[in-house]
Structures are given as C-alpha cells and as structure tokens.
C-alpha cells in the first residue's frame, strides 16, 4: 500500500508547494503594483469562456482570447480609475522630506535622471471631474513634477478645477518647467482667471494654451488681462479661446482675440470657437498680408454668416501662409460657398480646408468643381455632414484635370453617395500612384497639426 502511495505522495507535496510559491509571488506582486497578479488560464477556461474545441484551437485564437480579456481588465481598471491612482500609476519622483541640510543640486524631489519614467515631456490628467479630482491629490503631483526638467505639456482638459485652485495654478508657473497647458473644459472663472494671468505675465517661455469653454468667457474686462498676459510670451505659438456672452449679439470679446491673432507675432495654430464675431475685417487685411503669421486657423461655432465668409474669403485669396483652414459647425450655405470656391481658384497655399457639419449643398459642389480645376495644391477638403446628395461634377475633374486632393471627409456618411464614393476612392488612388515616381512634385504634407499634437511645435516635418 506504501508502495503505490508512494509516488503519489511526492506528487502531491510538489504540487503543495508550487501553489504555495504561486500565492507568495501573487502577494508580492499586489504588493509592489497594487493590482492583482494576472495568472494564465487553463486549457478548460479557455474553452469555457469562449467554446472553442482544445485540440482545434490556433495560435491567432488563443492571441485573441488573450487580447480581448486584456482589454475588458483595462476598460474595467479605466473606469475605477481616480486621479490619485493614475498619478500613482505614473511612477513619478516622490518630494523630499524636509532635511536641515539641503541637497547640493537643489532638488526638492528624488529625481532619477536614469529612471525613463522620470523623463517624459507630455502627461495628460483630462477627463478626471467625476472621479475623484481633488486639490490634496493635485497639490502632490505638482509637487512631484517640479524637478521634471523635460516635461514641456500638462493637459488638465475637463477636471472641474475653478476658482478655488489659483494657489495651484500659480505653482504650475512658478515652479514647474511646463510651458503647453491645457485648462479647457473646466470651471474657471473672472477672479481665479485674475489671479492666474498675474502669474503668467512674470514670465515669457510658454508655448502653448487651451482656456476654451471655461467661465470666464464672458467678461471683457478678464478677456483684456488675458490679453495683456499672452501678448508678452515670446514663443507662442498656439492658443484656443472663446468669447462668448448669453443673450448679448453686440458682445465686443470676439475683437479682443482677433486683436491678439494680429498682434502675436510668433502665434501659427489659432483656434477661436464659442463666439460671436462682429468684425472679420481687420482679420481679413492681416491674412492678406504677406507679413502673415498663421499656418493653421480654425472658427468653430463662431454664428458665421455669408457676409462673413465673403470678407474672410477676400483675405484667404492672397494669404501665402496659412496651409490648414477649419470652418466646422457654422452653418455655411452654398452662398458661403460660392466665396470659398472663388478663394480657391487663386489661393495656392492651402494644403487642408475641413467645411464639415455645415449647411453645404449640390450647387457648392458644381462650384467646388470649377475651382479645382485650377488648383493642384489643395489635398484634403473635407465635406463630411453637409446637404450633399451629388458629387458627379468632383468625378468629372478628379483625376483629368485635379490630382492632388486625395480627401473629402467623411462624405460617404450619406448612403445616397456610396457608390459615387467608392469610384472617388479609385481616382485618388490613382492620382497618388501617377506621382509615385516624382518625389520633388508632390505637395509638401503639413504633418504636425499643431492643434492636435500641442507638444510638437515644428511646423514643418519634411
């Protein structure tokens, strides 16, 4: 009996202790991560969960099963997640505690200039507001930054931060090596506005900033202070704005920002949403100057109407700078159109228009048609979302007489133009392969947009 027991015996003991090594590494591994160890399953739970037979199961369906476990355990880490955790997860420096005898380079954290974790240039904290964002969390984590010297982008989109976080704010100017911030969507009023552009008027390296859809849009008298702030930084080269106030047409904000796009030199990706513009004139005369700064222009939501459009479209014919234009969200009509169109025929520089969700018709494509029969620079004119049923007369020039554009947005999103679409798809294939060979004729691409890549400020990557 002792005999045939006896192999068995040690197999049980052996499998003993590979669980109770198993549950001592699961134990160190919650302890070092604070999340539990993810072990592999077995061959009966993967044919448990997703009734596949073992003995016929491939290599890219077990990758599969793999993969999409994975990414529910993220989803599901995802939506527990509170800021506190995700500064955790960050491995940042920890602050020093305080010591009579100060180190001699005189960091306040445990900076590890070797530690990669410790050298990244951009940290994005958005969308935290309903989870747990909190001034005691975000007071630790600028303290644990203030010795980053390479991290140049903080986005700190949607958060709930108002007034009360000035004190915060301040630190991030005073004592942070930031100079991209991205504050939009949050709560921001006149008096926390104030104190923060005090701050900001000491110095002149920032870059870049988003201080769209707070709540200091509607005063002009914060709208002025931060005028005075941004029109100081030496390097600026990308703001997004709004001026807007409820139930007023005649609301002079809109003209403070105009006037700070004017005036900026160094400014090149501007974005100005939310507002009613009274006056596009002098913007116009400034972007047919040739002294004309701007690569990038976006007026989103901005009530635009035709007589709009038409001193705006006067400026565009002769600007030699700016490459992407964005009108999305204004309501344009084919009127609106016809000045675009007209823009078009002589305007050589434009590399990217977007008219998406807007009122666009049939006779803007008949008159979009004609104009690009003379313009072989512009390569991508996004139509997506408008009144659009019949782009027959695009067919007719792409690819005899256009072979640039190569993008209409997402045109196809109207099941009318399916087909038409699909035989769009095959001349723009077309018209890229024709050039394949003739590298030095091809439009130069506008890669870095600036407005969805703030931490990137070349302009041009050829």
């Keep these: 009996m002792n005999k045939s027991l006896g192999p068995n015996l040690k197999y049980l003991q052996k499998i003993e202790e590979q669980e109770k090594m198993i549950e001592f590494l699961k134990i160190k591994y919650k302890e070092t991560t604070g999340f539990e160890a993810p072990l592999m399953q077995t061959q009966n739970e993967v044919v448990t969960q997703s009734k596949i037979n073992p003995h016929s199961i491939t290599l890219p369906q077990a990758k599969s099963i793999i993969f999409t476990q994975q990414n529910e355990e993220e989803k599901q880490l995802e939506q527990f997640q509170t800021f506190y955790d995700a500064v955790s997860n960050l491995k940042l420096p920890t602050k020093l505690l305080p010591s009579k005898t100060r180190p001699k380079n005189n960091l306040k954290t445990n900076i590890d200039f070797k530690n990669h974790y410790h050298l990244i240039e951009v940290i994005d904290l958005s969308n935290f507001g309903s989870k747990k964002f909190n001034r005691l969390a975000f007071k630790e984590f600028l303290e644990q930054i203030q010795d980053m010297r390479t991290l140049h982008t903080l986005k700190l989109k949607n958060n709930g931060i108002d007034d009360s976080y000035s004190d915060e704010l301040k630190f991030i100017v005073s004592n942070t090596h930031v100079k991209s911030l991205d504050l939009s969507h949050n709560e921001l009023g006149p008096k926390g506005m104030e104190i923060f552009l005090g701050s900001i008027k000491e110095v002149t390296y920032f870059k870049s900033f988003d201080f769209s859809r707070n709540n200091f849009s509607h005063s002009l008298i914060t ?44 400014l090149r990706s501007v974005i100005i949403q939310d507002s009613i513009i009274q006056d596009l004139q002098k913007l116009s005369q400034s972007l047919s100057s040739l002294q004309c700064h701007l690569t990038e222009l976006t007026l989103k939501y901005c009530f635009l109407t035709s007589e709009h459009i038409s001193v705006l479209a006067q400026g565009l014919a002769n600007n030699q700078s ?42 803007f494509i008949q008159l979009i048609s004609v104009a ?80 969805r890549k703030q931490e990137n400020y070349r302009v041009w990557n050829i």
């Design 322 to 363: 700016l490459i992407y234009l964005n009108l999305q969200h204004n309501g344009l009509n084919d009127l609106s159109g016809k000045y675009l169109a007209q823009m078009i025929q002589t305007n050589y520089y434009l590399y990217s228009i977007d008219l998406e969700h807007n009122q666009l018709g049939n006779d």
């Design 372 to 451: 690009l029969k003379r313009n072989n620079v512009l390569n991508s004119l996004k139509l997506g979302y408008n009144s659009i049923s019949e782009i027959k007369p695009l067919l007719n020039v792409i690819g005899p007489e256009n072979t640039t554009l190569t993008d209409l947005g997402n045109i196809q999103q109207n099941p009318l133009l399916l087909a038409q679409v699909e035989q769009l798809q095959k001349r723009f294939k077309g018209s890229k392969d024709s050039t394949s060979n003739y590298v030095i004729l091809k439009p130069i691409n506008f890669t870095q947009i600036l407005h």
């Design 223 to 266: 709208l002025n202070q931060l005028y005075n702030a941004l029109i100081q930084q030496t390097d600026l080269y990308h703001v997004c704005l709004d001026a807007f106030k409820s139930g007023q047409q005649d609301y002079k904000g809109a003209d403070v920002l105009i006037k700070l796009v004017i005036n900026q030199k160094s």
